[in-house]
């Protein structure tokens, strides 16, 4: 596979016509004004694109297909110096200068490229902005930024920042959806917490981690120290949010009214043993 400018191809003996024939007969593809590939993928033209128009970057959907590696799909998106459009790309004008590498293709950075695809870009910040330094690099981008467009303020609110797992972010994104906005990754007593709302500490826990006896020790160490510090603390497996996600959440808002001295209804999963409800069991 290849990409070409008009100029390269022509040092390899290829004049107009030559170029045009190889165009008619499918054994290249013209991209651009200048551009060309011999496979017609979404991927292979990036390449192209990036190899023709050195000063563009891909951004939105294009660029959240890059950074969670995904398959590219047509039309692609980029940001230039110059306003292009394509049969299968666009480029809008730009002077935007947060930019980098990833795979090879110049992309805009995670934060940046998120702002032309604000309603759909929680994928894309959930997986940068993972983990528990997460929520302070997406903290510094704001800053850098200085302006948040609305529609990813909305997004940013809705989407599980420094959320570690999969099931976490389930759990994350239901409780937003109900107005509840827990903090991921939370250091309390020296120990990292995978939900924080209030005074109440939420962890989810995955079998391959919690199965070895270190891990077993470090939880009751920190579960102990969370309660001497004044907070509650309910544990969830990840079989829990996958197979009963509804009775996590009731639980959750369940012991939310509890601790400020109401005496709600309980759900299933606090008012009978786990093996009469429990789908895994």
Same mark, same amino acid.
């Given at each position: ?95 935007? %200068?947060?930019?980098? !590498?990833?795979?090879? *293709?110049? #992309?805009?950075?995670?934060? &940046?490229?998120?702002? @032309?695809? /604000?309603? =759909? ?70 120990? %990292?917490?995978?939900? !924080?709302?209030?005074? *109440?500490? #939420?962890?989810?826990?995955? &079998?391959?981690?919690? @199965?070895? /006896?270190? =891990? ?66």
């Amino acid at each position: 596979m290849g990409e070409w400018t008009t100029a390269e191809l022509r040092e390899q003996g290829l004049n107009k016509d030559a170029i045009r024939r190889k165009v008619r007969e499918g054994s290249l593809y013209r991209v651009h004004r200048g551009i060309y590939t011999d496979t017609w993928t979404p991927q292979a033209v990036a390449r192209a694109l990036a190899h023709g128009l050195s000063r563009i970057h891909f951004t939105g959907k294009t660029a959240q297909e890059i950074y969670l590696g995904r398959q590219l799909t047509f039309p692609l998106e980029a940001e230039g110096p110059r306003t292009l459009k394509g049969k299968c790309f666009r480029v809008s004008h730009s002077r935007l %200068r947060a930019t980098h !590498k990833v795979n090879g *293709l110049p #992309v805009v950075q995670p934060l &940046w490229a998120a702002r @032309k695809i /604000s309603r =759909a870009c929680r994928p894309l910040l959930e997986e940068h902005y993972q983990g528990k330094y997460g929520p302070d690099r997406l903290e510094e981008d704001r800053r850098r930024m200085r302006r948040i467009p609305k529609p990813l303020k909305e997004t940013i609110r809705h989407a599980a920042i420094g959320a570690d797992s999969p099931p976490e972010r389930t759990l994350s994104r239901q409780l937003r959806a109900e107005g509840i906005y827990p903090k991921h990754n939370v250091l309390i007593a020296g120990y %990292r917490f995978d939900l !924080k709302i209030g005074k *109440l500490l #939420v962890e989810v826990d995955g &079998w391959e981690y919690h @199965k070895h /006896s270190v =891990a077993f020790q470090a939880d009751r160490s920190k579960q102990n120290a969370a309660v001497a510090h004044g907070y509650t603390v309910l544990r969830f497996t990840a079989d829990d949010i996958i197979h009963h996600l509804s009775q996590a959440v009731l639980l959750i808002k369940a012991t939310l009214e509890v601790l400020k001295g109401g005496t709600p209804q309980l759900p299933t999963s606090a008012t009978a043993p786990y093996w009469q409800w429990h789908q895994c069991v």
